[in-house]
């Protein structure tokens, strides 16, 4: 069946530190989008990237759809960026329903 | 331009009771899906509206229901709720179809 698999589940970093969060899927997609989960739940837009890279401030991000993954890159990580990263995956064919990883849990320490 | 707001916040409630939930998009969005996020199996899709259309459902029971309105707004309703329903559920707006999804803040309900 349809699977969007992430990794790593846990990353534990020192502020300063660089990071790179992958997320595998099982076919083909026509919407690939990033988000990071704030303490209270919400989910905030930080990629759309069916395809190709993207960068934003210290975040950037690459979609190779023909292989079938995409990479979050977090550079010079802050406190702030603590929090549950989600990549979510529509495929060809469903619509607009979203299919989620199980996510990667970021601490990023002082 | 405002984004997608969801009411109410949280919402406490018993087993039997019936809920609604309400979702306002983005100004200009017309489609509109709903999630269910649980910490046992993650954000599951619910079903999505476009133009008070339900064009795509879920694995979930008859118990869970929606509605999208002509102003493009969207409830769903959960009936004879369970301890199992307990959850976050989060509301997403996107301009058409295969388009960035945004998602509200969410309501939180728990079911005692």
């Known amino acids: 069946g349809i699977q969007v698999e992430q990794s790593p589940p846990d990353l534990i970093l020192q502020e300063g530190a660089n990071s790179t969060l992958r997320c595998n899927f099982s076919d083909s997609v026509n919407n690939l989008q990033w988000f990071h989960q704030n303490p209270w739940g919400q989910l905030i837009n930080l990629f759309y990237?069916?395809?190709g890279t993207k960068q934003n401030g210290r975040l950037s991000a690459t979609t190779v759809a023909t292989e079938r993954y995409s990479l979050l890159y977090i550079s010079s990580s802050q406190t702030t960026d603590s929090g549950v990263y989600f990549c979510a995956v529509g495929f060809q064919g469903g619509s607009e329903k979203l299919v989620f990883g199980k996510g990667t849990k970021l601490t990023v320490n002082p | 331009k405002a984004g997608v707001t969801q009411t109410p916040r949280y919402l406490i409630k018993t087993r039997g009771q019936q809920v609604t939930l309400s979702c306002s998009p983005i100004?200009?969005?017309?489609?509109v899906s709903w999630y269910q996020q649980t910490p046992g199996q993650g954000l599951q899709f619910l079903f999505e509206y476009f133009s008070e259309t339900q064009r795509n459902k879920g694995n979930f029971p008859g118990r869970f229901s929606g509605r999208q309105f002509s102003n493009s707004r969207s409830e769903m309703n959960v009936s004879t709720l369970e301890l199992g329903d307990s959850a976050l559920y989060l509301c997403?707006?996107?301009?058409?179809?295969?388009?960035?999804?945004?998602f509200g803040p969410g309501t939180r309900l728990t079911v005692l």
């Open positions: 100004s200009g969005h017309r489609s």
């Open positions: 990237i069916p395809s």
């Open positions: 997403a707006s996107s301009l058409q179809a295969v388009n960035e999804q945004f």
